[in-house]
């Protein structure tokens, strides 16, 4: 078995061996290091996508998680309230329910990734990156200034969303949810990569001009591309607005963004399990220095310095490429 195929079974199960150790000693904030781990982890998995795949910088899929995680904080407060999600033209209920849920996060975001992806699309390199940023702070600013959903003081949740009739405020079962989930959407990534259209994506990323030769618009594929990997990032988004209770509007800013792109990089750009490497990663240095140290995230810098220089394949690829050559 190669050695990158034995690392990411290693990071599959050591997060949930985590979760169930600290279950059994009783100590809930490590289930929360867990669960953001898996929720960033997915975050990531879906910027990958477009990133690792096809190349796409993208330096607004922040858009996409706030989008989700408003759509989460939105429902939640209607439902416990009792007031229709929308009033006019016609009443509509809403749901806690974080199936129907996800399913609306996604599709709200897909719809905004389209607008986006088919303008930002038409240009390459750091003219689609302040693109997409530009969106983003299009709709971080939009959300400020909302103030029936708590504008920049962001919305607080009374409840968290349930899952067929799970109790979510058990921090075992919103882990294996944020888990189960993960691992569902890595699959699909895995499945999508070895597929024809994964195939396309990657093509185009290395010579699009040679892939249209052949009949195949780059141009659609790296679109549906885009559009794919903001509805993960925003299912994403949905999970991380339960685990914290809270929305606000800081999870549409362009920091998010780029702490996306770093956990990529810290990872693998690419990699199937890169974006869960970096997660865990991030989480921990955070962990670790977040609370002596006021600003860790130079650290973080020069380590992200050193990653980029000496090691391109990020964590995975570092630690794979020294077995094979050891």
Same mark, same amino acid.
């Given at each position: 078995?190669?050695?990158?195929?034995?690392?990411?079974?290693?990071?599959?199960?050591?997060?949930?061996?985590?979760?169930?150790?600290?279950?059994?000693?009783?100590?809930?904030?490590?289930?929360?290091?867990?669960?953001?781990?898996?929720?960033?982890?997915?975050?990531?998995?879906?910027?990958?996508?477009?990133?690792?795949?096809?190349?796409?910088?993208?330096?607004?899929?922040?858009?996409?998680?706030?989008?989700?995680?408003?759509?989460?904080?939105?429902?939640?407060?209607?439902?416990?309230?009792?007031?229709?999600?929308?009033?006019?033209?016609?009443?509509?209920?809403?749901?806690?329910?974080?199936?129907?849920?996800?399913?609306?996060?996604?599709?709200?975001?897909?719809?905004?990734?389209?607008?986006?992806?088919?303008?930002?699309?038409?240009?390459?390199?750091?003219?689609?990156?302040?693109?997409?940023?530009?969106?983003?702070?299009?709709?971080?600013?939009?959300?400020?200034?909302?103030?029936?959903?708590?504008?920049?003081?962001?919305?607080?949740?009374?409840?968290?969303?349930?899952?067929?009739?799970?109790?979510?405020?058990?921090?075992?079962? %919103?882990? +294996? $949810?944020?888990?189960? @989930?993960? =691992?569902?959407?890595?699959? #699909?990534?895995?499945? *999508?990569?070895?597929? &024809?259209?994964?195939?396309?994506?990657?093509?185009?990323?290395?010579?699009?001009?040679?892939?249209?030769?052949?009949?195949?618009?780059?141009?659609?594929?790296?679109?549906?591309?885009?559009?794919?990997?903001?509805?993960?990032?925003?299912?994403?988004?949905?999970?991380?607005?339960?685990?914290?209770?809270?929305?606000?509007?800081?999870?549409?800013?362009?920091?998010?963004?780029?702490?996306?792109?770093?956990?990529?990089?810290?990872?693998?750009?690419?990699?199937?399990?890169?974006?869960?490497?970096?997660?865990?990663?991030?989480?921990?240095?955070?962990?670790?220095?977040?609370?002596?140290?006021?600003?860790?995230?130079?650290? %973080?810098? +020069? $380590?992200?310095?050193? @990653?980029? =220089?000496?090691?391109?394949? #990020?964590?995975?690829? *570092?630690?794979?490429? &020294?077995?094979?050559?050891?």
């Amino acid at each position: 078995m190669k050695t990158e195929t034995l690392l990411n079974l290693f990071l599959a199960l050591v997060l949930p061996l985590v979760a169930m150790v600290a279950y059994w000693i009783g100590e809930p904030f490590y289930f929360n290091l867990t669960t953001r781990i898996a929720v960033l982890a997915l975050a990531a998995t879906g910027l990958n996508l477009a990133l690792g795949l096809g190349g796409l910088v993208s330096f607004g899929h922040a858009a996409f998680f706030g989008i989700g995680g408003y759509v989460a904080g939105i429902f939640a407060t209607h439902a416990m309230s009792g007031t229709p999600f929308i009033e006019w033209p016609f009443a509509i209920g809403a749901t806690n329910q974080m199936l129907v849920i996800w399913v609306v996060a996604m599709l709200v975001a897909g719809l905004a990734a389209l607008v986006i992806g088919a303008i930002s699309l038409r240009t390459s390199g750091v003219y689609f990156i302040m693109i997409t940023l530009a969106f983003a702070q299009m709709v971080y600013y939009f959300a400020i200034s909302w103030p029936a959903y708590g504008g920049e003081d962001g919305l607080s949740m009374p409840v968290r969303n349930t899952f067929f009739g799970l109790n979510t405020f058990d921090p075992l079962n %919103l882990f +294996l $949810i944020a888990y189960l @989930v993960l =691992m569902a959407v890595i699959y #699909g990534f895995w499945r *999508l990569t070895n597929s &024809r259209f994964g195939a396309a994506l990657q093509g185009a990323r290395q010579n699009e001009v040679r892939l249209a030769s052949i009949g195949i618009k780059p141009f659609q594929i790296r679109l549906t591309a885009f559009v794919l990997s903001a509805m993960i990032t925003a299912l994403a988004g949905a999970l991380f607005a339960d685990l914290n209770r809270f929305v606000s509007p800081t999870m549409l800013s362009w920091h998010m963004s780029g702490e996306l792109i770093v956990l990529i990089v810290l990872g693998g750009t690419g990699r199937l399990f890169g974006p869960l490497a970096g997660a865990v990663l991030y989480v921990l240095f955070e962990f670790a220095l977040g609370s002596t140290v006021e600003h860790w995230q130079f650290f %973080l810098g +020069l $380590i992200l310095l050193g @990653v980029v =220089m000496f090691a391109r394949g #990020g964590l995975i690829g *570092l630690i794979a490429g &020294r077995a094979r050559h050891g």
